[in-house]
Every structure is written in structure tokens, then in C-alpha cells.
């Protein structure tokens, strides 16, 4: 039996006025992928994301996430997934295990719940050692990694991550990289937004908007090869930058 789709997308379409921000997207996650969703500042990525997490209704269109048709369902939406932004969210002034506590709260969970998956998580994270530390006075590295903790604590099918090693060095996006393959390979699918084109190179499969529109999909060596690129970045500055490698 064929699995539903982790995220299906059909003629999606939102508009703020006469401005279209994402125009016809049609896409699938599959369930158990890492995908990449790439795009220039204005190309849409955003804005797809934001309906993606329910937080926005589509103008047109039909948008599954989890089973869930988010234009009606956006609250089961919600539940179903885990989302990590860009700018660290947690609190500067509570502890490792009180941001934990606090979030884990919010998706719902039970004391018990929470009390028999901190340590663990904690543990097999290497970070038990900073339980009891403000989030203030580590470092951005480690942060990061909590971070991406406090977003699949309650366990969710699908983790939505919007530029997640922004401002950390290359040896802590490869830890932090670690830690989405094992997700992943726990059958829970990964939605990742990047300026690292490197990045890209991790993904199952890659998508790059430009000006609201799908330019390109497929797996890496997929889009290498249709474009005649010798990596995802050549193959993104062809799109955002068409005249590039013009003289």
C-alpha cells in the first residue's frame, strides 16, 4: 500500500491583493524525507511555509499536511507537526530543562510525559551536563541543538526547519546535520529551509522557488544533471541570478 503523502500541495495559489506571493505550487513530501525548500529573499519560501504550518489560509488550492487540509484543519495541523525558527525562540532567562518544560506545556504534554523523556533526550543529545544552565550562557551551537529538541519533543511525523544552522560554525551544522539524519531514519520527515547551498546537498530531494513559482525539483544529482551544474549552488545562481554566467 502506497503511503499518504507526509505533505501534498495542488495548484496552491496566495495572493495579497493584486501581489502573488506563491502561484501554482504543486509539490510532495513523501513520508521519511529530508526536503530541501530553497528560494532567493521574495521568492516565496516564507510564505509557503507559513500555510504549510497552518498559520495562513491559501487563496486557492489544496494543501494536505499530515492528512490534515489546512485551510479547514490549521489547528490539527499544528499538533501533528514540529517547527524550529530561525531566530532562537526559547527564553534567555529560564534554564535548558525549564524551556523544555515550558514548550513541551504548550504541545500538550502530560508531566509524566515530560519527566520520562527530558533525561533521555538530554542523554542521547550529549547535553545532560547544561540541564541546569540558563539558555543565556551557552553557546549559539548548543542552542541550536536545544532548539531543534524543543521542536520534536512530542515526537511529531513532520518537523518543519526554517534555516536552522544560521550563525553556527561549519563543525556545529555538521552536528546539527547529525541530528536531522537521525530523525529522519526514525521514518519522520524533515521540511528544511537553507541559505547554505552545501546544505542542499544533504537532502533527499531539493525544491527552489523563484518568484513564486516552482523552478525546480528532484533529487540533487537530478537537478545537477538536467541543469549541467557541477553542484545545487551552480544550479540555484542559474535561477536567481539567470545572466550569471552570461558575459
Known amino acids: 500500500m502506497?503511503?499518504?503523502?507526509?505533505i501534498r500541495v495542488r495548484?496552491?495559489?496566495?495572493?495579497?491583493?493584486?501581489?502573488?506571493a506563491n502561484d501554482k505550487l504543486t509539490f510532495e513530501v513523501h513520508q521519511g524525507e529530508i526536503f530541501g525548500f530553497l528560494g532567493a529573499n521574495g521568492a516565496g519560501k516564507t510564505t509557503a511555509i507559513k500555510i504549510l504550518c497552518g498559520l495562513t489560509a491559501p487563496t486557492s488550492g489544496e494543501v494536505y499536511v499530515t492528512g490534515c487540509n489546512v485551510a479547514i484543519q490549521p489547528e490539527k495541523v499544528k499538533k501533528n507537526i514540529g517547527?524550529?525558527?530561525?531566530?532562537?525562540?526559547?527564553?534567555?532567562?529560564?534554564?535548558?530543562?525549564?524551556?523544555?518544560?515550558?514548550?513541551?506545556?504548550?504541545?500538550?504534554?502530560?508531566?509524566?510525559?515530560i519527566r520520562g523523556?527530558?533525561?533521555?533526550?538530554?542523554s542521547e543529545m550529549g547535553i545532560s551536563h547544561i540541564r541546569n544552565t540558563l539558555i543565556r550562557d551557552i553557546p549559539i551551537g548548543w542552542k541550536q541543538k536545544l532548539a531543534f529538541l524543543v521542536a520534536v519533543f512530542h515526537d511529531p511525523p513532520l518537523v518543519f526547519l526554517d534555516e536552522p544552522t544560521a550563525g553556527v560554525d561549519p563543525l556545529a551544522r555538521r552536528q546539527f546535520w547529525e541530528l536531522i539524519y537521525q530523525y529522519a531514519a526514525r521514518g519522520k520527515t524533515v521540511f528544511v529551509t537553507t541559505h547554505y547551498m552545501d546544505e542542499a546537498e544533504y537532502c533527499d530531494r531539493v525544491c527552489i522557488l523563484s518568484e513564486g513559482r516552482i523552478a525546480a525539483l528532484g533529487t540533487p544529482n537530478e537537478l545537477k544533471k538536467l541543469w549541467n551544474a557541477r553542484s545545487v549552488e551552480d544550479v540555484f545562481l542559474r535561477i536567481a541570478r539567470p545572466n550569471h554566467n552570461k558575459n
Open 117 to 122: 523523556r527530558i533525561s533521555q533526550l538530554l
Open 2 to 6: 502506497t503511503k499518504e503523502p507526509a
Open 11 to 20: 495548484d496552491l495559489v496566495k495572493k495579497f491583493g493584486s501581489f502573488t
Open 83 to 113: 517547527y524550529m525558527s530561525q531566530r532562537f525562540s526559547l527564553y534567555d532567562d529560564m534554564t535548558v530543562a525549564e524551556n523544555i518544560w515550558f514548550y513541551a506545556g504548550i504541545y500538550g504534554m502530560d508531566r509524566q510525559q
